[in-house]
């Protein structure tokens, strides 16, 4: 997506001029900022949507990383970002931004529309370990295997490969429930 299809409060219009064009239906939000209602809200737009959140050598990482790769509908509330440099840095970015202090692996991260993000298996990965540590039904990672069911599959062979980490056991109970209800449904759908 062309930058100049994305409209920031405040670059070109104002944010009550790009209200005014929301109730008109002219723009529809996405995220931090407004873009055409004909264009399609694909990652690209998500991810340039939270771009002056997302620092430089940092990648979005968790809910935001899911969001940007197509799950959910609206954007979490509070965004969370990665560093991707072997340096630590001091991040202060906003307190809608949660810095996380592990660094992302550069296999693990991709850019869409000018945004580090990390990818969609590596995202699935993180949420579904701090969901198994939390003892936790994460939406997020629920509506990123919706969106991606073949992400279930990548899970099971990485959680096999897996020796030790903490909440190993959990994750692999909850992948198995995820394997259950994908079959439950395909089951629904070939019965009707």
């Known amino acids: 997506m062309h930058p100049a ?7 070109r219009l104002s944010l009550p001029e790009l209200n005014s064009a929301r109730l008109d239906g002219l723009v529809i939000e996405v995220g931090e900022g407004f873009m055409p209602v004909d264009t399609v809200e694909a990652a690209e737009a998500r991810a340039m949507s939270i771009a002056e959140l997302v620092p430089a050598h940092m990648a979005a990482c968790g809910p935001t990383a899911a969001w940007i790769h197509g799950a959910g509908d609206r954007p979490p509330g509070i965004h969370h970002v990665r560093r ?3 340096t630590r840095m001091r991040a202060s970015v906003s307190q809608r931004v949660v ?3 592990r660094r992302a692996v550069a296999d693990d ?8 993000v990390t990818t969609v298996s590596a995202t699935a990965l993180e949420l579904l370990f ?9 939406p997020w990672l629920r509506a990123l295997l919706l969106v991606r069911p073949a992400l279930i599959g990548e899970l099971s062979d990485e959680l096999d490969r897996a020796v030790r980490r903490p909440g190993l056991r959990r994750a692999r109970r909850i992948v198995a429930a995820f394997v259950e209800e994908a079959g439950a449904a395909a089951g629904d759908l070939r019965t009707s």
């Open 130 to 138: 701090a969901a198994a540590l939390a003892e936790v039904d994460d």
């Open 84 to 86: 991707t440099k072997p």
């Open 99 to 101: 810095y996380h202090e």
């Open 109 to 116: 991260v991709q850019v869409i529309g000018g945004v580090s």
């Open 5 to 11: 299809f994305f409209y920031r409060p405040g670059d």
